[in-house]
């Protein structure tokens, strides 16, 4: 995906292990970075999703769904889990377009991260978004005590 901030940024993602207290891998989490076109300058999501218009999320989140399709053979021969972000624009989209859900409701390995500033989340089971969600994928807490 292309973002155009200042300059023109291109998306680059990564997996990032998570291991348990046995350093056993029990999982990736897939995290893009955006590097300007030169390769001079290279951002978080972080600072750059803020940015994001909900098409371009959307262009992101389907990008990291394709790189799972590619290596899914490898989450289910080694049982790992997979984790991405879901920012509260591609909930909602998630549960409105069939394809997107489609797409992302193959992976049986596939566990939707987020994170704790997600809006309503203290509302819990009361979130219908969320509530919705979770009836279809496992949800997980991301950045717990980060803010």
Same mark, same amino acid.
């Given at each position: 995906m292309i973002a155009s !901030? /200042? +300059?023109?940024? &291109?998306s680059e993602l990564f997996f990032l292990p998570v291991m348990d207290e046995n350093a056993r891998l029990v999982g990736l989490e897939i995290i893009a970075t955006f590097a300007a076109? /030169?390769?001079a300058v290279r951002m978080p999501t972080e600072l750059v999703a803020p940015?994001?218009?909900? +098409?371009e999320q959307y262009c992101l989140f389907v990008e990291k769904l394709a790189?799972? $399709?590619?290596?899914? &053979?490898?989450?289910i021969q080694h049982k790992l889990i997979a984790w991405l972000n879901l920012p509260p624009a591609i909930s /909602?989209?998630? !549960?409105?377009?069939?394809e997107l859900f489609s797409r992302a409701a193959r992976f049986p390995f596939l566990e !939707?991260?987020?994170? $704790?500033?997600?809006?309503?989340?203290?509302?819990?089971?009361?979130? +219908?978004?969320l509530a919705?969600?979770?009836? &279809?994928?496992?949800?997980m807490l991301a950045n717990f005590g980060a803010g």
């Amino acid at each position: 995906m292309i973002a155009s !901030l /200042d +300059e023109l940024y &291109h998306s680059e993602l990564f997996f990032l292990p998570v291991m348990d207290e046995n350093a056993r891998l029990v999982g990736l989490e897939i995290i893009a970075t955006f590097a300007a076109e /030169d390769g001079a300058v290279r951002m978080p999501t972080e600072l750059v999703a803020p940015r994001l218009s909900v +098409e371009e999320q959307y262009c992101l989140f389907v990008e990291k769904l394709a790189l799972l $399709e590619t290596c899914q &053979h490898f989450f289910i021969q080694h049982k790992l889990i997979a984790w991405l972000n879901l920012p509260p624009a591609i909930s /909602d989209l998630l !549960l409105l377009d069939s394809e997107l859900f489609s797409r992302a409701a193959r992976f049986p390995f596939l566990e !939707l991260a987020i994170n $704790e500033n997600y809006p309503g989340l203290n509302q819990g089971k009361n979130n +219908e978004t969320l509530a919705n969600l979770a009836m &279809h994928f496992p949800l997980m807490l991301a950045n717990f005590g980060a803010g």
